[in-house]
């Protein structure tokens, strides 16, 4: 996070300022809540066309919340909440409709050569799928707003929009943003275009319920990701006007990073799950995590610590608690007491492993609700009407 200035460069979006901030913060104190720590601390600090969307908001004009996941593990991790939590944010924000996208066919088709025997089956993918809403869920959106679309289920409504794509894509674009190779499997190559289609409101028409002077191609779209998700959506700008639609707007996002240090993304692929924070893990198994393998900014002697403070910059504990703890006062506090010595690395990591466990507490909680009570998932995957409510 560091090398934000060179991830804007390289990505060609724009920087989210002070001005944004204010305009969202201002709408915030107007709905009696506050700016979230993501945006006040710049876990989210780049975008492309945020400015459409909130002047959009003040003249209360329609447009929806879009975001997904691409299963390959029964449980998401701590850094899968952070698009997942802005988006729920921005939902209670604007109250807009809401569309998570479940790309159950993507990580199969780009299992090809993996060792793991489960990913040769489609099945396993879809079952993830199933715990993984269950886990989206869990975040706290609202059922009225929100509609998860998955793949494999929901192709029939994707699919008018995909053939729409197809025809105004050419390979030399895919290939400029995703770089495929010739042995590639065709699943990989045309699996941009079903990411794509939901970022058209089009998409949903059946879904939107539109007064008569809306007509449903002027409503706007607002990604909320982590920048690796990026390119799909540059190739969707692209190709916007050719479908008669608004460029989707995005805000992004950096990493949350391994326990294992700021240099490593936290990922469901990563080698050693030790590095990972499942939403699925006990109080025990997180504090054992935390404790034995989260890097430390600290110094190697109590008298040194105490003499010198901690290297804040590359302590994970600090990392997670600047953006997910909810007071930013008390994170403030901790961090100076950190910095000077006051505070040990023990001390420090006994707070992060409270703060996660609260998170991870309140998530399981509702998740356990769905899994004695299954039919509440219909209230999210089922179609029906949403909602613009200005
Ligand atoms: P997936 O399943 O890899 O990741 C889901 C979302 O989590 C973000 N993410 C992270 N954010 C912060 N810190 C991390 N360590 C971290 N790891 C992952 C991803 O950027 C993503 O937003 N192709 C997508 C699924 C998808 C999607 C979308 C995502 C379909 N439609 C629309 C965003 C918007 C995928 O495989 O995400």
Known sequence: M???????KEFGSKEITQTHLDRLEKIAIDKGMTLHPFLKNGLFFSHRDLDPILDYYEQKKPFYL????????????????????MTKYLQDLFQVPTIIQITDDEKYYQSQDHSIKDYKNLKYFQDCALENIKDIISVGFNPDLTFILQNTK??????????????????????????????DNMGKVSFPTLQIAPSFSQTFESLFDLSSEIKIKDIRCLIPCA???????????????????????LIHSGFLSSLFGMNEKMSSSALNPNSVIFLSDSPKT????????????GQETIEEHRLKGANVEVDI????????????????DLVRKYQSGELLTGEIKKECIEMINQILEKIQKKRKELDDNPHKILEFTQKKILKFTF
């Open 286 to 297: 997180v504090k054992k995590k935390i404790n034995k393998y989260c890097f430390s900014g």
């Open 2 to 8: 560091n090398n934000k200035k060179e991830i804007l």
């Open 66 to 85: 879009y975001t997904g996941r691409g299963p390959s593990s029964n449980s998401l991790h701590i850094g899968h909440l952070v698009p997942f939590m």
């Open 227 to 249: 920048i690796d998700q990026d390119p799909y959506f540059r190739l969707t700008r692209d190709i916007s006007s050719k479908l008669g639609s608004h460029k989707p707007s």
């Open 154 to 183: 929901g192709i029939q409504l994707l699919y008018p929009t995909f053939i729409k794509i197809n025809k105004v894509i050419n390979l030399n674009q895919v290939l400029k943003v995703f770089g495929f190779d010739k042995d």
């Open 317 to 332: 504990s600090c990392h997670y608690m600047k953006y997910l703890m909810e007071d930013n006062q008390k994170y403030l």
